[in-house]
Every structure is written in structure tokens, then in C-alpha cells.
């Protein structure tokens, strides 16, 4: 039975969450699709590359909500995701985007034909999911996320840069640039200074946090199609600099390390089981936006054992459990780059057609293949804040509850974080933070 507009729209509303609290908190993240070619034969294509800017009229400005199963589809994937980055990196800090990943993928998508798209759909979850629901809820869902909060800033940027004497599919080109306002520009790539024109793009986009994502371009380079992500919150209450303190932490390995632990008390959003502590800290008046805490209990296991039960299926019965309640929270303050090739993650996840001989993007052009799939992303939290202001609860319904006592989460081991977009239920970063960097 098909959803009336009424229901999906309510349903889609009912994913915002707000709260009292206040801090700053920085983030960028550029996901790189690099295209290359498999065969020697020259590309023959409908059109070439020009360079362009978006449709004034295309769906970016036409379409409102996006379909609630892209937002699913890409929690799914994220998680999935995320798990295969932790097998290689067990122990370590780890740091990704999946909406900057998923809107790159989404955007090479769009050219992918035969058992290459099967693929790429099964890694993506895109089952369901026709490609104008993909472009066009991607679409709404870039405009949303855009428009968080005057408190908050939020950018995401696309572009495609083809080498010049690459011919491409018409409109792969076209679809890029309607539904993504993907920059579509043409540049020699034999030229010293192409890497450096496209890094630059990504230096803007990520206001300096992200300065390089291409080192060298190869010669058999055809493509690259990128996002960038640019995040900036600042809380309603910022922390008091003066309750910060040099306090222990438990790295995994037992190795106890001093590092500045931010302090403060107030009434959040909160959720406690037998197995972990749980808070969400928003951003800005509204909290449309939040950064979650996830604490495994000293005696119920560790991160490790968390992450087995971190799926899309725990996710939406964890998500509605939150509630507002007094406590204390120390977290602490850290910063951090990371940098990962998502090649054998996706090749796990079920696409590794595409970056074989056996690729199949001649919705792009003839002979191509991914030749690599790079993320970088940087992350900063302080203590800055703005001026505190009145936060409202927009679209929540609290049931009454038995009163309980203030907790206390001190955040003193390896824990799990995400940045979420509580508006769309769109999931912006998340984390694993083993040992904190300042």
C-alpha cells in the first residue's frame, strides 16, 4: 500500500530531535572518484566536455524532501562501510563521511550500465531505488542539509573535471549537473598545474581544512568526480575553558594517556542500556543538527564489541529511545586528519566490477573503470561557542517517564561518534576515536 504525501511527510518530520547545549565544532570531508581507462582505444562519446555551471532550472530548485529511502539506503551503506574501514584500521582513529562517499558514488553512478550498476546497487543499497529517485532525492537532500541552522554552517560542493580531450556521454554530464550542481570543467591533465587546479576547488570548498586529494595524475587519467563536505556548528552554551582539564585516558591497549577533557552539566538528550551511555549534543537554535557519543560500559565489553551490534536495524530502534534528562558530560577535546582508499571496503561491499577490466561505464564513455576511490575528512572540537539563545524541540514528543537521578558520562576510553542531521535522519560523519589528538 502506497504512503499519501501526508504520511511521508509527517513520517520524514518526525526525525528531527532538539535540545539545550553549546559548543563549536569543525568538520570537512572530500570523497574522490578517480576514473581512468582500461583499453588503449580512444573514447568516442556523444559530446565533449564543457565546462558549466548548474541549471537554473533543474530539479535542485524544484524538488523538497527527499524520498526517506535514499536516507535509509545510505545509513546502511555507511555502516557497512565503516565496518569494512575498522577491519584495517583496528585500534586506530578513524574518521569518514558517508553522505560525502555516497554523493560521489551517487554522481559516478549515473553512468554505470549492466552488471557494473547490479554491483554498485547491491554496495549502495540502492535496491528499490530507481536512478530519478536516486538524482532527484539527492537533490532535495543536498538543499536540506544546506540550510541547517543560521548557526550552523553547512556546504557540500561537486565537480567533474575531464581531461580535455576526453568525449563523454551528453547526459551523464548533464544529470551531474542538474541534481548534484556538480562544476562540470575541462582541463589538460598533462599540464603540471591541473592536480593543483583541482586541489585548489578542494581547498575552497573545505575552507583550508582539506588543502590535497589528487597527488599525481596518471596518463591514462580520464576523469574525477569529487565532493566536498564543510561543517561548522557553534553550540547555544559553550563550554567554560576553565573546566577543562589534563584528566586520564584508557587507550584499547590499557596504555593510560593525559588529555584536556572538557566539562559540563545541563539537561540533554540521553540513552542508557546495560551495554552503553549514549548523548546528543546539537548545534545551533533549532538542533537540527547533533553530535552523538556512544560509550561502551566499563563491564559490558569494549568498542570492539560495540561495533557488532552497529547496524541500520539497532540504529532505528536506538534513534527514538533518546530523552531529555539532567547529567554531567566530559568529553574530550580533540583534532585530527585521516585519510583512507576505500577501493577493497567497496570491493567487499560487492562492487569490485567497477574497477576491473570488466567495468562497465558506457553511460560515461567506452573503456572505463574506477581506478581509485580516495576520502580525506579533518575534524576539531573545542570549547567556542556564540552567544547562548533559547533552544526549541521541534517535532519530538516526549511521553512522560519515571524521574531519574542526574547521570554522569565521562568519556575517559575509545568511543564512537557521528554527526547527524536530525531533519533528514542523514548521517555527516562518524567516528571512531581510539585516542584523542589535540
Same mark, same amino acid.
Given at each position: ?20 547545549? /553549546? ?37 535542485? !530548485? $524544484? ?7 535514499? %536516507? +535509509? ?5 555507511? &555502516? ?22 555516497? @554523493? ?17 546497487? *547491491?554496495? =549502495?543499497?540502492? !535496491?528499490? =531505488? ?21 548557526? #550552523? ?16 556521454? !551528453? ?40 588543502? $590535497? ?8 587519467? %580520464?576523469? @574525477? ?13 559553550? &563550554? ?16 593510560? #594517556? ?8 545541563? $539537561? ?6 546495560? *551495554? ?23 563491564? +559490558? ?25 539532567? /547529567? ?17 571496503? =567497496? ?17 560515461? /564513455? ?18 567556542? /561557542? ?7 524541540? #521541534?517535532?519530538?514528543?516526549? =511521553? ?39
Amino acid at each position: 500500500m502506497q504512503e499519501k504525501p501526508s504520511q511521508h511527510c509527517n513520517k520524514f518530520l518526525q526525525r528531527r530531535y532538539g535540545v539545550r547545549l /553549546g559548543r563549536r565544532y569543525a568538520l570537512a570531508a572530500a570523497g574522490v572518484v578517480l576514473m581512468g581507462m582500461i583499453g588503449c582505444s580512444p573514447l568516442t562519446s556523444e559530446s565533449s566536455v564543457v565546462a558549466a555551471h548548474p541549471n537554473t532550472e533543474s530539479p535542485m !530548485s $524544484k524538488v523538497v524532501i527527499p524520498d526517506t529511502k535514499l %536516507v +535509509s539506503s545510505n545509513t546502511k551503506f555507511g &555502516f557497512k562501510l565503516f565496518s569494512e574501514v575498522l577491519k584495517k584500521n583496528e585500534g586506530a582513529n578513524v574518521f569518514v563521511s558517508p553522505s560525502s562517499i555516497a @554523493f560521489a558514488l551517487a554522481m559516478t553512478y549515473n553512468g554505470a550500465e549492466g552488471t557494473t550498476q547490479q554491483a554498485m546497487a *547491491k554496495a =549502495l543499497e540502492y !535496491s528499490g =531505488l530507481s536512478l530519478q529517485q536516486i538524482n532527484s532525492s539527492n537533490a532535495a537532500l543536498k538543499t536540506l542539509l544546506e540550510n541547517p541552522d543560521p548557526k #550552523v554552517q553547512l556546504t557540500i560542493a561537486n565537480s567533474l573535471w575531464a581531461n580535455s580531450n576526453a568525449s563523454l556521454n !551528453s547526459s551523464f554530464l548533464q544529470r551531474n549537473r542538474d541534481f548534484y550542481a556538480s562544476r562540470v570543467t575541462n582541463l589538460d591533465f598533462s599540464d603540471s598545474g591541473a592536480a593543483n587546479t583541482i586541489n585548489n576547488w578542494v581547498k575552497d570548498s573545505t575552507r583550508g581544512k582539506i588543502d $590535497k586529494i589528487v597527488e599525481q595524475i596518471s596518463p591514462d587519467q %580520464v576523469m @574525477f568526480l569529487i565532493n566536498a563536505i564543510y561543517f561548522k556548528g557553534a553550540w547555544t552554551e559553550p &563550554f567554560d575553558k576553565s573546566q577543562t582539564k589534563q584528566q586520564p585516558f584508557t587507550k584499547a591497549s590499557g596504555q593510560i #594517556v593525559q588529555t584536556p577533557m572538557m566539562a559540563q552539566r545541563g $539537561k540533554y538528550k540521553y540513552l542508557e542500556n546495560d *551495554k552503553f551511555q549514549a548523548i546528543s549534543l546539537p548545534y545551533g537554535k533549532d538542533g537540527k543538527i547533533s553530535f552523538y557519543v556512544f560509550l561502551p560500559k566499563e563491564n +559490558s565489553g569494549d568498542l570492539k564489541e560495540f561495533y557488532q551490534s552497529l547496524n541500520s536495524l539497532n540504529w532505528e530502534k536506538w534513534m527514538p529511545q533518546f530523552r531529555s534528562r539532567e /547529567g554531567e558530560i566530559r568529553l574530550p577535546r580533540f583534532k585530527m586528519d585521516y585519510e583512507v582508499t576505500l577501493n577493497d571496503a =567497496l570491493t567487499a561491499l560487492g562492487m569490485g566490477e567497477a574497477f576491473s577490466d570488466k567495468a562497465d561505464f558506457s553511460g560515461i /564513455g567506452k573503456n572505463l573503470a574506477i581506478s581509485t576511490v580516495k576520502h580525506k575528512t579533518f575534524v576539531e572540537v573545542s570549547e567556542e /561557542g556564540t552567544e547562548a539563545a533559547a533552544a526549541t524541540s #521541534v517535532g519530538i514528543v516526549t =511521553l512522560s517517564a519515571p524521574i531519574n537521578p542526574p547521570f554522569s558520562m565521562v568519556v575517559d576510553r575509545p568511543f564512537f561518534t557521528f554527526v547527524r542531521d536530525n531533519q533528514t535522519g542523514s548521517i555527516l560523519f562518524m567516528g571512531s576515536i581510539a585516542a584523542p589528538q589535540s
